[in-house]
């Protein structure tokens, strides 16, 4: 993907959740992006900026870390990214968090389902380098199409004419976020219900030419070519919005696409109350998550009248609660003691004594996915080394059904995978393949 993309998702990104931190870049970043961007694979990108990260400035980290916090995402590392990029949304003080005595908790697919029913536009955001709000849309898929919606869109998707014949997404279909294997899963799963699936960000673009741009294809794709069209749509933070406000002076896409068709978008929020590694006991999320124990993707419905739960229902209809990891945030085996908070300062990480590398129970998505033991015995006694679990009709540069870097040797793991029959490639900083082999996941 061309550097200026790059650079404008993750300003974008940002900005979705503070107006004012995204507006210029320095020399150096601008040469830390380009020479990222010219990186061979993604566990390369990841060694690069690990390398880079204590030259910055401290004015610069909060970016890099956010780019820091994708790759790992995007590598497997799915707590470590929340932990390295908190990422906290602003809390208005004078909020009025839901107690249990007035609301109760209930299955975010099924509401969401009831509530589209009658919408043409459905839209779920997500914190992009947080996997965990990837799930949501995942199982909402099926759902919105046996309601009859027909066209999904999706933000990290660039233009492949030859996508829906292949069924699969490559990595080199759109942005780097597509690399994470559930959002490759998304785009497979989508294909596969008989969506028509819509790219619509647009390149190079920021700020409100961006939002304007993404409602214009949107319209121009779907809409203006099926006016009956129901479309669903994934997208990044404040894209949702139905009104100005986290963007600060901009329109959200939302809002443009909804006076472009007349049609009001039933828009679902999960990146406001978002789990923080390490918790903090006084954090909404936190609070909420103790009151009421979500067990998968939630929201919450007032007890008297039925409806669901919004902090900022001028924006978006319905927050969305995760539940929290249940785990610490070590997986690849590093102990890192650096954090992006308020722009401190981190170190260089630690090799900890690790050999367990834990990951988060959601990933077998409410039981979906089995778990598959693997270690470093497939590097061939080469680390740092990645492992990709691929569909076996599917080629190495395929987005992975899951995959997952060893840093260290001597490490045990698992892979998370729907049953049925997967080819595991091994492949090192360099690309080259280090082990090929096939096995069988099997049903509990």
């Not at 004078?94 to 005595?101: N, Q, S």
């Not at 309601?147 to 492949?160: H, M, N, T, V």
């Not at 009421?292 to 229902?313: I, N």
């Not at 319905?318 to 890192?336: H, K, R």
Request: proline share 7%; aromatic share 10%.
């Amino acid at each position: 993907m061309p550097t200026r993309w790059v650079i404008a998702l993750f300003c974008m990104a940002l900005l979705a959740v503070s107006p004012l931190s995204a507006q210029s870049f320095s020399a150096s970043e601008i040469a830390f992006f380009r020479t990222l961007n010219e990186q061979p694979n993604d566990l390369a990108r990841y060694l690069y900026v690990l390398k880079m990260m204590p030259q910055f400035a401290p004015h610069e980290r909060q970016l890099a870390m956010q780019m820091f916090a994708s790759v790992e995402n995007e590598l497997g590392f799915y707590n470590e990214a929340m932990r390295d990029f908190p990422l906290k949304s602003r809390v208005p003080a004078d909020t009025t968090l839901p107690t249990a005595d007035g609301w109760k908790a209930a299955s975010a697919v099924d509401v969401i389902a009831r509530l589209a029913a009658d919408r043409r536009i459905v839209m779920v955001n997500e914190a992009h380098h947080d996997a965990h709000t990837r799930e949501l849309t995942l199982a909402l898929l099926p759902r919105l199409r046996a309601l009859g919606f027909d066209y999904f869109a999706i933000e990290a998707l660039g233009e492949d004419r030859d996508l829906a014949r292949r069924g699969y997404p490559l990595k080199a279909d759109g942005s780097d976020y597509l690399h994470e294997p559930l959002y490759g899963e998304i785009v497979r799963q989508a294909l596969r219900l008989g969506f028509t699936v819509v790219a619509y960000d647009t390149e190079g673009a920021r700020g409100q030419a961006r939002e304007t741009g993404q409602a214009n294809n949107l319209y121009r794709k779907v809409f203006a070519h099926n006016p009956a069209a129901r479309l669903f749509v994934h997208a990044g933070y404040a894209h949702i919005d139905k009104a100005r406000g986290r963007l600060g002076a901009i329109d959200p896409m939302a809002m443009r696409l909804q006076k472009l068709t007349g049609l009001v978008p039933l828009s679902i929020d999960q990146t406001q109350f978002r789990e923080q590694i390490p918790a903090a006991p006084d954090e909404a999320y936190q609070q909420l998550v103790t009151r009421f124990e979500p067990t998968g993707p939630t929201v919450l419905l007032d007890r008297t009248d039925g409806h669901a739960w919004s902090a900022h229902p001028e924006l978006y209809d319905l927050n969305v609660i995760l539940p929290g990891s249940g785990m610490s945030a070590v997986e690849s085996g590093y102990t890192q003691r650096w954090t992006m908070i308020h722009n401190t300062t981190r170190t260089l990480p630690m090799l900890s004594h690790e050999v367990n590398a834990q990951r988060p129970p959601w990933l077998t998505l409410g039981g979906g996915r089995n778990p598959l033991t693997i270690s470093t015995t497939l590097c061939k006694a080469v680390v740092p080394c990645v492992v990709d679990a691929h569909y076996p009709d599917e080629p190495d540069d395929a987005v992975a059904a899951d995959r997952y870097a060893f840093l260290q040797g001597d490490t045990v793991t698992k892979l998370y995978l729907y049953p049925g029959r997967y080819r595991l490639r091994a492949w090192g900083i360099n690309g080259n393949t280090l082990s090929d082999k096939f096995v069988e996941v099997r049903a509990p």
